[in-house]
Nanobody, 113 residues
Framework: VQLVESGGGLVQPGGSLRLSCTAS????????MGWYRQAPGNQRELVAA????STNYKDSLKGRFTISRDGGTVFLQMNSLKPEDTAVYYC???????????WGQGTQVTVSS
């Protein structure tokens, strides 16, 4: 499975961005897809994930971020962005059988005026 992300960039506080991640390869092996982020000096953390019809969010991001999925593509709509949302955002795909994690290359999101 290969994951290719797009949609990162520089945005002002209060702005919006939409990240996309498209999987290729053995898409049928994928169970969950999601987004993680890592800010400088911090550990990588879950932003949101989706499996089938269920979604899971980092509590502090509920209401501002929305994850959606269309087959092998997962999206992350980010609204009302704050400077503390600045991080590298990574797409994740986890196989349903073994729980193996695949990662994208990461896309930088910078929230700054």
């Amino acid at each position: 499975v290969q994951l290719v992300e797009s949609g990162g960039g520089l945005v002002q506080p209060g702005g919006s961005l939409r990240l996309s991640c498209t999987a290729s390869g053995s898409i049928s092996s994928i169970g969950a897809m999601g987004w993680y982020r890592q800010a400088p000096g911090n550990q990588r953390e879950l932003v949101a994930a989706t499996t089938g019809g269920s979604t899971n969010y980092k509590d502090s991001l509920k209401g501002r971020f929305t994850i959606s999925r269309d087959g092998g593509t997962v999206f992350l709509q980010m609204n009302s962005l704050k400077p503390e949302d600045t991080a590298v955002y990574y797409c994740n795909a986890r196989t349903w059988r073994t729980g193996f994690d695949y990662w994208g290359q990461g896309t930088q999101v910078t929230v700054s005026s």
